[in-house]
């Protein structure tokens, strides 16, 4: 398995801070002069409504800058993350094929006339439950990422292929129809990863899961975000999921693109600064903004469990149990 890591420390990356510190304004100039960043490196994100925002203004955040390829004029995180990035100096052409309730396998079956071409990196998001039937059962997800990789590494053997693992949402978690009822509002974040570490162990052509929902799991855990908002939002705290508890708020967008940004880049998401436009364009204040780009970097730093360790979690008789027993309750499924 070829696997990426969050590439803080290395010499080009500490290069690239350097300079968008000191020099802020010159920071693309410079990189474009050093780096060649003039050729725009392609990347493709492929998703449902958690990729392209539903529920927050983020998804029509400046939709112009991406390419929708399905031309339903949607910016998305796709375009916060091209905000990011030519703020950080560097020369992206992004494009999302997305489509709300929808899982890889959707994406393999009816769009890759859109998709299967030579990109030079793709992230692939699959269903919130990760199988909208059997909630926490991970085999669509591994089946078909991995045909989705084999396609695109057919057509660029150079391509980097990472995938996204979503957050806890709220109406699983809560309500006693949800698939987690009754367990810690960090589980299905947990639960979820793991299926997407299962997804890159499983194929030797992707290259590692971004942890956004990690990343909200520490929010909560260091009490910038609520955990519950069924019983109100404490004060001082913001909440990561919008009206309808399962899909992304403006502030949950934002923390999901800092960590993707971070993870593809090998940038440290601090180096944006409190400043950083966006979020001026969505509201979001520069204390807030502060805090977020210190959460995805502490989660990007954070160490990943050993292959083993998640192959032994898998092949317990635990693990298969709730598998079983969510797929009982696939008539609890919701839209995403």
């Known amino acids: ?49 958690f990729t392209y925002a539903q529920g927050s203004s983020v998804m029509q955040f ?33 494009s999302l094929e997305t489509v709300g309730g929808s899982g890889l396998d959707l994406h393999y079956n009816t769009k890759m006339g859109l998709i299967n071409k030579p990109w030079d990196r793709v992230v692939l998001q699959s269903y919130s439950t990760l199988d909208a039937a059997r909630p926490g059962n991970p085999a669509t997800l591994i089946q078909y990422s991995g045909l989705l990789a084999d396609a695109l590494h057919a057509q660029n053997a150079n391509v980097k292929i990472n995938l ?6 709220a109406d699983q978690t809560y309500p006693p129809s949800g698939a987690w009822y009754g367990q810690s509002i960090y589980q299905m974040a947990e639960d979820v990863y793991t299926g997407y570490l299962q997804a890159d ?109 998640w192959a032994m979690l898998a092949a317990g008789v635990g693990l298969l149990a709730v598998w079983r027993r969510r797929g009982v309750q696939s008539s609890r499924r919701s839209s995403t």
């Open 1 to 49: 398995m070829n696997r990426s890591t969050t590439r803080f420390p290395g010499s080009l990356h500490a290069f690239r801070r350097f300079v968008h510190r000191s020099a802020r304004p010159l920071a693309g100039i410079a990189l474009a002069l050093s780096f060649g960043a003039a050729q725009a490196e392609s990347i493709l994100f492929v998703g449902n409504s």
């Open 201 to 309: 162990q499983a194929s030797d052509k992707i290259d590692g899961v971004i942890p956004v929902g990690l990343a909200w799991n520490r929010a909560m855990s260091q009490g910038f975000a609520d955990t519950n908002p069924y019983d109100g939002i404490d004060a001082g705290k913001v909440k990561l999921w919008a009206s309808d508890n399962y899909h992304a708020s403006m502030y949950g967008s934002y923390l999901e693109a800092l960590t993707i940004f971070g993870k593809i880049t090998g940038l440290d998401p601090r180096s944006l600064g409190a400043d950083e436009t966006a979020a001026a364009q969505l509201g979001i204040t520069q204390a807030q903004v502060r805090v977020m780009q210190q959460l995805a970097f502490e989660q990007l730093a954070a160490p990943v469990p050993e292959p083993s360790t």
């Open 164 to 169: 996204m693992a979503t957050w806890s949402r």
């Open 62 to 94: 400046n939709p112009g800058s991406v390419t929708d390829l399905n031309g339903t004029g949607i910016g998305g995180i796709p375009a916060l993350f091209k905000a990011f990035t030519a703020q950080a100096g560097l020369n992206y052409d992004v």
